[in-house]
């Protein structure tokens, strides 16, 4: 009886740990991706190359981990990564990395590279180790970032309040050519039981910029602005300027670019205002800080720009001005929330208008 016994618990176990599938252990993720800071080896796969950090997600962990370059002091990747740089596509693994940010990277023809994290337009996992959806769109489209925020109020009750804003940054970047696009948008209605619908904004900003950089500082641009504010009278306005400009670096993620051009401007105007053409001089400043290691949040970024095109005729005084200026602070992998400051100043026909018009909001979206 008792050999029957042994014999009958053997088979159970054998059972459970073969022919079950090992049941009630946990399936061991893949080492993949290993990296060795501080003298800790971790093993996960790399998410991004930031400008001065390398983003890692940790097995069995929540959430990724960022190092500073010179503090890693080796990596090794299982996992196939596509690279975009200098105007070229490569797919391959990383053999190793330097402390001042430069991967040596072995790619899927066998050839040995070296490549400066500076120069990377974009860094994305390869199709051949996840085939996902967002990730084959990723691999689509390598040389396009951007953002795309919303923030909206509906309000019902003794008073009717709808509210729209809507803002997006995209940014094509290949080698010496870049492509900006900006877009602002915002509606806004109000409604009472003793006055009738109103509406207080219906507004549109937006600008595209295309930039040729002959070196990794100096560049030369071209820019169309295209603007409505109907409450203010401004039923279109259009300038278009060229012009060089050159980024003052203060690290791999601060950095001012002032630019100077001219250009032509075009303002028409709803009701009796008459319409104006003028040439302008085109004065334009952008700019970005990035904090990390923030208490609570990890990271904040700070971005703007300040566009300004006054006339250049000294016998009229007309000028255009719009400025900008985001607080962002990422929630998750791709989404984010940001505090935005909008600034406009021009030489406004309507004296009940004014000059100057001043806007903050607080939007939510997504990152890619």
Avoid: C
Avoid at 80 to 93: A, M, P, T, V
Avoid at 308 to 329: A, C, H, K
């Amino acid at each position: 009886m008792k050999k029957i016994f042994r014999w009958g618990m053997a088979i159970a176990a054998t059972t459970i740990l073969y022919g079950g599938g090992k049941i009630g252990m946990p399936k061991k993720e893949p080492i993949r991706d290993t990296i060795k800071v501080h003298g800790m080896v971790l093993h996960g796969k790399v998410v991004e190359l930031g400008p001065e950090k390398l983003a890692f997600r940790i097995n069995y962990a929540e959430g990724i981990v960022r190092f500073k370059y010179e503090d890693i002091e080796s990596l090794y990747t299982r996992y196939n990564y596509h690279i975009s740089y200098r105007n070229r596509d490569i797919e391959g693994k990383i053999l190793g990395i330097d402390d001042n940010g430069t991967l040596r990277v072995r790619d899927d023809r066998g050839r040995a590279l070296r490549i400066d994290v500076k120069e990377v337009d974009n860094f994305v996992m390869s199709i051949k180790d996840d085939d996902s959806f967002e990730n084959r769109v990723r691999n689509r489209f390598p040389y396009t970032k951007g953002s795309t925020h919303l923030g909206f109020e509906i309000e019902n009750g003794n008073s009717k309040k709808n509210k729209v804003d809507l803002l997006v940054n995209t940014r094509y970047k290949r080698a010496r050519h870049e492509i900006l696009y900006y877009l602002d948008y915002a509606y806004e209605t109000t409604e009472t039981e003793d006055t009738p619908k109103t509406r207080n904004k219906d507004e549109l900003a937006s600008f595209l910029t295309y930039k040729y950089h002959t070196d990794d500082e100096f560049f030369y641009y071209g820019t169309l602005l295209g603007e409505y504010d109907k409450p203010r009278h401004i039923d279109r306005q259009f300038v278009i300027s060229a012009g060089a400009g050159y980024r003052w670096r203060f690290g791999k993620s601060k950095w001012l670019e002032p630019s100077l051009g001219v250009g032509f401007a075009s303002s028409d105007y709803s009701d009796r205002y008459a319409d104006k053409r003028y040439e302008v001089l085109a004065l334009n400043l952008f700019g970005k800080y990035q904090w990390e290691n923030l208490p609570w949040i990890h990271t904040m970024i700070a971005d703007g720009f300040l566009l300004y095109y006054p006339r250049i005729s000294p016998l009229e005084e007309d000028w255009i001005m719009r400025g900008n200026l985001n607080f962002t602070v990422p929630l998750f992998d791709f989404l984010s929330v940001k505090l935005a400051f909008d600034f406009i100043n021009d030489s406004n026909p309507n004296p009940e208008v004014g000059n100057n018009k001043t806007t903050t909001k607080l939007l939510f979206g997504i990152d890619f």
